[in-house]
């Protein structure tokens, strides 16, 4: 009886410590390309929204970045397929390789104080974008400079950069409300359950105003300073996928195939300049 | 996308076709699956009975969320092994996740049927000079099904009403549809029309419990 249970437990310690020992090793990414060019594609984690990723009225996934995406893997010779994600699971979907690229209008920068480089390798940056406040249009009367915003309640998405600025101007965090979307960020407010909410002004550009969020406004507020940012795309880290799809977004770029899709949506001014230079 | 009521209702019935599908695949999957975690629960080779047991603890013991994330994403993260890859991988992952909580939800009610029979019909079929499978498969499990079948209906309930939590991993079931396409744009109605979808699935499972355990209720007395 001892004994046997002294095996018993020696073969569990055996299974944590290889569970802890894999664990901790650097994962090794540098064969990425190689097998994305095996199976013949690779998978962009997104979320659906104008003007990136979109269906339009005949059901079909459109959007700036769906045609890039599909243009870079029309370069590289494979197929590029879309899966829609929690974005708030973005980074687990990335590291265990369900999706390849998280190409979603994805701001260059920090989340939460921490630098996103700490959890993907970034591409060239190719789109510019600020974060953008929106208010319900009857409140635009009082909500008109930053003071008036400290206190007020907000929605934002978790995760994205929209809700640090939105913590900077309610002053609290307790005044966050945060969602799965951008857009579900957006419904809250038209709602009534917020006072504003902050997201991607190419977003707000695409969607505020119509539909069903035309009760909504952005707020022009000029004392309200927003430093700009740029979106581009997410590798995992140490994948050598990066220079692939960097290679041919400067191929993209030079021949003007990218300046194309950008008109197509209203973007050819928010291109990043001298992209890859 | 249209948002008028016969576009939403269809693109609905396609998320619940997945939630169905997920639902019927485990029920296929779990019910003997669970068989086998009872028996070896139940058995009297020692080291094999701990076995089941701690798996039984464990799957009990932990969210079911956990365990989808788990399936879904640890293979990938840890060992670089994308089992589940392809369009289907994530109602894959989702399935297995499913199959391993509700078998080990299933072993016991299995072994609560097969224990509650008395030891007495055991001697008497060994006096007979029947097997322990002949015992088993004539005297014993058509007995075991009467007495589970109220637990298990309970069971099959919960799991079509748990089969939403597939979301998390982005499955596209009929909650995952709705969360995507309506309610992330102010649509809320379809929320509570979803709830309808499940009161008649659910429904029609009482009533084809009912009418099981009518069949079953013969030697009552």
Sequence with gaps: MKKLLAVLLSIVM??????????????????????????????????????????????????????????????????????????GSKYLELNSGSIDLIWNGFTYGAED????????????????????????????????????????????????AGESVAKGLAGNEDKLAKFDSQAAALTELSAGQVDFAVIDLQMAKAMVGT????????????????????????ARKGSDFTAKVNEAIEALYEDGVLQEIAKKYGLEYDLVEDLGK | MGTDFL??????LEGFETTCTLFGLTLLFSLPLGLVIAFGSMSKFKPLSWLCRLVVWVIRGTPLMLQLFVVFYVPGMLFHVRIFSGEDGRFTAALVAFVINYACYFSEIYRG??????????????????????????????????????????????LVKDTSLARVIAVAEIFFVNEMDYLSRGLVWPLFYIGAFFLIFVGVLTLLFRFLEKKLSYYKI
């Design chain 1, 14 to 87: 055996i299974i944590g410590a290889t569970l802890s020992f894999t664990s901790c090793g650097e994962t090794d990414n540098s064969g990425d390309w190689a097998e994305i060019k095996e199976r013949g594609y690779f998978v962009c984690g997104i979320t659906v929204y104008a003007p990136m990723n979109y269906f339009n009225e005949d059901g079909d996934l459109v959007g700036f970045d769906t045609e890039f995406a599909e243009a870079v893997a029309d370069y590289l010779g494979v197929e590029a397929k879309f899966q829609v994600i929690k974005w």
């Design chain 1, 113 to 160: 104080g921490v630098p996103r480089t700490n959890y993907v390798d970034f591409t060239h940056a190719y789109l510019k974008n600020e974060q953008c406040v929106v208010i319900r249009s009857e409140d635009a009367a009082t909500l008109n400079a930053k003071a008036a915003f400290a206190g007020r309640e907000a929605a934002v998405e978790g995760g994205s």
């Design chain 1, 211 to 234: 539909g069903d969020y035309a009760g909504l406004t952005i707020c022009t507020a000029s004392d309200i300073v927003i430093e700009p940012e740029v979106y581009a795309i997410g």
């Design chain 2, 7 to 12: 576009s939403i209702t269809l693109s609905l």
């Design chain 2, 113 to 158: 049927g097969i224990e509650s029979i008395p030891k007495g019909q055991y001697e008497a079929a060994q006096v007979l000079g029947m097997s322990k499978w002949q015992t088993f498969r004539t005297v014993i499990l058509m007995q075991v099904v009467k007495r589970i079948l109220a637990p298990m209906s309970n069971e099959v309930i919960t």
